[in-house]
């Protein structure tokens, strides 16, 4: 059956004392910590697009990947093959789910007639292949960026005919997705954004980007899908200013449409550092406005300013990462998803499994970690004790509105008040993280 | 009657061939531009803090400013002289208005009794000095980041008492900046952020910050304070992380707590770079969302990583800022406040007439080039042209919610559109802005 | 004659009160300032690459440029028409120089014959067009970054059979420039570094490098070549770390392998602030340490951190930067080349003119700026007071080693010596040279 | 005997399952790894400065540590209570070293005579304090930045004359740290650098500043100090551009001075990733140059643009650090000295404990690692093996210099080579890495 990736074996756990390149030394799959499995906590996928089509290329330089799938008789062919190509991966590495853009699994053809009839054929293909394998998709999107038609932007595109082009593929990604019971739809505005201020009406592409925000809720209603519609921040990259620069702005565009109880964001890590926060930041601030959706799970470099979409490494940071979203619930619809691509340098077919191999322990490892965090509270006693002050009669009374300013300059004067800070013990409580994750 | 700056005369417009470096080039107040002077248009104001209070010390070194107003036999008398030597500066420059934080007029005391009977006392000398010399107040704030007990954050303390003690310090900051007809009221929330998630509760602080905004507002009616409130955005420093980072961020939390009618920008030059954004960006964005209050006048240094507030010099960026604002309709009840410092290096007393010539004329020449680009329709007629489509059936009708996912892609398909692209010309756009800058 | 421009005339100078967008406002060829013309102090020229052979592509989407002279027959066919259309370009703008590399002008080929061969073949058809037109090559290069074999590096490769592959472009391309009479070669080591320390020995391929550059030298004395060699540093990309990260760091690396007498650098605005300095700066340092050789003048994004290269605009930049070289002496061999492009949208024809067209008026009006800095001895007369104590003895007797540390412990001790700062003037001096940007 | 810290008792080894926060979990300083026990491998110091001296202040806060040893009668009794604070602190944390500029022990007076007496007889008293508790002296330095005098530099200040009494402290600083028989001896050049380019000559400060670091070397040969001579780098803060910007730029200036065999690098982690570098970058440069002396430990903040000095927590980085350093032979005179200070808001005693304690554990744990990788030949057989073509024929032919570009163009030419790239591997190499960390 393995065509492509005959030199690999199929990846299995073999323990932290493994010298096998190709075994997972702590991603056990069925292993049960707080009542889930490994499985079931991290929800992990596989992209199709850093994977399957990226072809090594950058900007100053030609493709270094040589792979077969690239090479067929016609482009319906080559996309089969991808297929192929992608499901054997999927499969041998033992991942859960993936995920997609309408233009990764099938071909864009030359009118949209063709691209409709090139998405369902390849839908079926891929229907068939989740049969046959088990896996599941984590999420679908459409991509509305790469054609030089969206040079401008799609739905903040000052053309309103591209608009209906962007909704139309929105249309068929989205239902797409429904068809193959994807969790999550995701809305990625690579081109949503600006390249200069001269030329550009912030405010009249801010109400065509609500409105095709609207749409897409109504559309998620009107077909029944039951997953979740997620918004994807990032500052910028490749349009100089994008609008849904984080996860703060992301949440004040959703409030001034309506939106806020029906899109969540996706948060990519790399993008979270771009935008001049850290990745913990962004879910930290995600979870706190209820808007936790999905994950991209991957790493910058601190010192290139541009989206590297490396495999995730860092135990450190991911096990606060993964401590937020336990302490938040566990992810409902999302996932972590590996948007990762290899070094250019990493001409391999292996490659792809080290990369995805590293990723996935490092995860695992991460909510080990992190659940012994939970279960330990090995935080929480300490901010609650932080705060304790405000369950006494003042704070309460302060966040229930029965104070005002006069009355609580009143409170101060007339008690003399002066109070005193009391030290935050960051130092202490990194102490503490790092005792969980070295024990 | 001159007793601080005798080296220094009145200084006048003179003209751009002066070479007297105590003349205006450019600013010449009284000069009529499309129907108000340049000094209704500018507003501009020069700041307590950087030119009376602080010493020329940063974090590797001690103070190099030796200020005769830092020497006397008490506090109150200090600060009595310190208002002698600011009115004196304000007056000799011939600026219209000015700022301060409650702190940097009036002293501390060891009390909240010795702080309010001090700063009443203050705010009287401060009437005074305004009817003697006509100078006018943009805006006065609380300083609730500098003493050590708001080390942790004033409203998103973890002690509440801490909260009520900001709140109070607020209170008589707005009741002064009420008597002296302050224009404005500001809320830099300095420490209002965290400096490690590991012992921070994002959501209750969010909680707080909340419901302080709420009180502020409440006492502005209740004391029938007409200014504008004006929350003043920073994305960190000294703050790890500040809450109000930019102004999208605060959109979202006006939204949230619905003060989005209440409450505007002040938005400072030197903090829109540290956020990652341009300085036209964050202004472009304000007047977008009907933000837009006043201006921190300054300029950052693209090298560093914090906040130089250094003098404004660059025409190029304040030509395009002016213009923004003018596109607005101009300042209502904010203005242009420089909130800048000498370096560190530059001693003398004279110094600080050099820094304020230049911004002022810095911004005088901007306003000039920004009101021919708006008399010349500059870039107007470019903008207009080129959302031209959204004007149509097809474009009018999405925006009225006449469309869907579906019935645009029935459109895009039944028609077979393939719209394509057009030039977004920015560098013609770049050349003409620069045939009105150096014209 | 003209087939590829038609649409746009020969661009003349009008003044700067004309408002035809395809003529020089500011760029007079022929003026003089300080004993020299307009173009021999600022020796412009145009690039291939960005020009003529990039289509608009970038990272997250497809070529948006359609030119006519990427269609033709075969690869040959096309490369003469895009000589011809580069030709027709350079003169129909009016800039006297351009560069290139060599798979810019022509076809790699399948092997290094065919490489040869095309190139030899190319290089007589350059030579012809020089000779037509009257156009002059400013600089020549070789492309070892794009090509796959780069991967891992040039002259840094692990396989010194890349190293010799190089070589052998780098010798073919220093001929050809020897040939074509041009007045630089240029060393841009854009794959010279590493992706990653852990596969990486730093101090071998230091090694490799310093080699390589020293055979250069020896190749260009073989060949009595006698222009100017030039490294161009760069911080990062493509690399993740670039050897020549900036000047002062290829200063060492030019001691250590003793070429600093042999080599120049050229910089570029973008890469200047990559690097995390300013532009002012690294051609200040260059001109400090002796090795300004050429600029490769554009301007970078702010907010980005990657090489925009965009049309140089700011004349408040350009004029200190002019201001520098001038005191330095002016370009020798150098000049002012555009490693600038389009922005991706820009996809008219006519927008290379107007990118060009501003670029070249920004560059004149800062020579005329400049040249009365110069003239008014603006900034220098401040300088050499400031410093002036070091023509004492004591200063002269430092610097000619005269003292020790226990000698000047004891001069000051007996003198009791507490010595004094006086004031930097930062803020009198910026708006000294405003003074002369804004006459 | 204990004054300061009666709460906290001497911190012992108590390994990893310890509850204890005043214990080490890793650092066993006399466990033997390699043939020396971890104490002679990390050579660990803590800082009088941060520690003893800084007061929690910030930029836009007042102190918010009360510590007992700021309070005494006259400045000498302060300075001797410090030291007594100070040896009960590091006597009880079990640190082997410590560092000191001469005015954190001492103060520093009205004169320089009193400067002198001072110093004198803080030598004194540190010298009883050594022999006494077996501490040892990692480093020290003169602060040359501090006082209003250095505002414009020392050693590259306009003003001989503070040149002069910038090397009358370096002169008592060094025989200081000889008497005390210091290691090393650091000079860190803070104001070493400009804040505007406008009025600034770059090319004598820099001729200045040689000449003082060659009367540095002098000295030291003169007075037979037998420590290290250390330049630590920092690319800015507080000046806007410091000279000793990072290793590389250090390299070049001890290479102009003829210095690059008597001065070593100091490298600090938070000012390399300031440089816009990784720390294991400018750690893996140091050794490839022959340059690594010592390390200041610490850690930044990703997200600030400023120094903050933060104590490593991450065994991740330094697990490479250390690799680095035991491949390079390990400290020699140097060691890892604790540059870090608390958090402002971490006001309890006890918190000085914690920070160093994590520090010594992340140190401790991150050489176990590094050891075992060492053990392993981790990375350096994959290493070896990438570079082996290298000792072949062409390879060794090269770098002997039998080579021109002539001979290999000729090579590759008759040859028809066309040599492919082979795959970097990172993402595997990243996995052995964490296969060492996490076992």
């Known amino acids: 059956m393995s065509e492509f990736f005959d030199n690999v074996p199929f990846v299995k756990f073999e323990g932290v004392d493994s010298t096998n390149p190709f075994a997972f030394k702590h991603y056990d799959a069925k292993k049960v910590l707080l009542g889930k499995t490994m499985e079931e906590h991290l929800r992990m996928a596989a992209c199709y697009w850093h994977n399957f089509c990226w072809q090594g290329s950058d900007v100053f330089g030609a493709n270094t990947f040589e792979r077969p799938w690239y090479k067929a008789d016609s482009e319906m062919a080559a996309a089969k093959m991808k297929a192929d190509a992608a499901f054997e991966f999927f499969t041998k590495l033992g991942i859960s789910y993936y995920s997609f853009h309408d233009v990764d699994v099938s071909p864009e053809g030359k009118s949209i007639k063709e691209y409709i009839s090139n998405f369902s054929a390849m839908v079926d293909v891929l229907q068939e292949k989740q049969e046959t394998t088990g896996m599941k998709l984590l999420w679908g999107t459409a991509n509305a960026f790469s054609n030089p038609r969206y040079m401008s932007g799609a739905a903040s595109n000052p053309n309103p005919e591209i608009f209906a082009y962007a909704a139309t593929q929105v249309f068929h990604a989205m239902n797409a997705t429904h068809a193959l019971k994807g969790q999550n739809y995701v809305l990625w505005g690579g081109r949503e954004g600006y390249e200069t201020l001269l030329n550009t009406d912030l405010k009249r592409e801010r109400a065509q980007l609500g409105r095709f925000m609207q749409m897409v809720v109504e559309h998620k209603y009107k077909i029944g899908f039951t997953g979740t519609l997620l918004i994807e921040p990032k500052p910028a990259e490749p349009t100089k200013h994008q609008y849904d620069y984080d996860t703060a702005t992301v949440y004040g565009f959703l409030k001034e449409f309506g939106l806020e109880k029906e899109i969540k964001v996706n948060i990519e890590a790399n993008h979270a550092t771009l935008a001049g926060h850290s990745f913990h ?147 202490m409580l990194e102490n503490i993280v790092n005792g969980y994750i070295y024990r």
Request: net charge negative; proline share 2%; hydrophobic share 35%.
């Open 281 to 427: 930041h962004e879910i930290a601030t995600a979870c706190s406005l209820g808007l936790l959706g999905s994950v991209d799970a991957n790493q910058g470099d601190a010192q290139l300013g541009w989206d590297t979409d490396q495999y995730p490494t860092s135990v450190e940071e991911y096990t606060l990462i993964t401590y937020e979203i336990l302490k938040a619930g566990g992810f409902q619809s999302g996932g972590y998803m590996f948007d990762t691509k290899l070094r250019r340098q990493s001409t391999n077919l292996e490659d792809l499994f080290h990369g995805h191999i590293g990723a996935m322990d490092t995860l695992a490892l991460s909510l080990e970690r992190a659940v012994k965090m939970i279960e330990g509270e090995a935080l929480s006693k300490y901010v609650d004790q932080r705060y304790a002050k405000w369950n006494d009669e003042l704070g309460t009374g302060i966040l229930a509105g029965k104070q005002s300013l006069a009355s609580l300059a009143a409170h101060v004067t007339d008690n003399d008040l002066n109070p005193q800070p009391v030290s935050g013990q960051q130092e």
